[in-house]
């Protein structure tokens, strides 16, 4: 088992987490879906879902965003934290919730024919029209 432990949580205090393990490096999606839930575009790691322990769950509420997933959030403060595929197998962690130093960057930007009128995506970083970044979970160590 790896020895790196991340923590974050939400505005308010009311849900806090750990992730025991590396994480995936960020991917931006642009879809609708993440620019509604977070107001712009979301930036989001993963990990495996055994790897997540929620500290502090008190505010911690879900929404059945669509029929293959799930989005965690405060009920308190409205932090969005996390997205869940239904099948159980892993969580994608919103990387501002995360406590810093992360060590992360964003690897690639998905869905970006669906990003808002306001902004171009001109960072560099690999683009892709659909949702399949190619970006594997980290292996438990």
Known sequence: MSDEVHRGGCLCGAVR?????PLRPVVACHCDMCRRTSGHFAAATAARRDAIVLRQERGLRWYDSSPAARRG???FCGSNLFWAPNDGSRFS???GTLDKPTGLAIAVHIFVNDAGDYYRVADGVPQRADGAHGIPLPSPS
């Open 93 to 95: 962690i919103m990387a």
């Open 73 to 75: 959030f405060c009920q």
């Open 17 to 21: 987490y750990e992730v025991q393990g």
